[in-house]
């Protein structure tokens, strides 16, 4: 499954180049992360006791990114191991009905306890339907 989110691109988020700042594109996977999960796992979370962190996160540049691109981050679950998980992301713009590349890059998120300060084992809820929407790809 791709879940697809739309960015609104802000003026703040260009450069001295006209295009979007670098460091903006992680935003956007922030952005397109939060949304997958609450649509995905579908209840609420109380982040005080439990959550998730993120461990790592990458990224390629492909194309620049100008204040009037329509974008979309499209988010996909990769793999889950005990305690965490990898999700894939690219950031697209449509030209003539179709998708341009414009960046890709993935993130590793840790679930992780703030009670116990440490990490925890995936609940088994969110690992069933995050392995279930990776198999619709």
Known sequence: MTHITPIQIRFK???ALGHVN???????????????FNDLIGEEIDWRKAGMIL???SINYRKPILITDEIFVLTEFVKAGRTSFELAYRI??????????????????????????????????????????????
């Open 13 to 15: 988020d260009i450069d």
């Open 55 to 57: 461990a790592s996160t």
């Open 92 to 137: 697209v713009k449509k030209i003539n009905e179709k998708e341009v590349l414009l960046a890709d890059g993935t993130s590793v998120m840790v679930c992780f306890s703030y009670e116990m300060k440490k990490a925890v084992e995936i609940p088994e809820n969110w690992k069933k339907k995050m392995e279930t929407a990776g198999r619709k790809q």
């Open 22 to 36: 670098n460091a903006n594109h992680f935003t956007y996977f922030e952005t397109a992360r939060i949304k997958f």
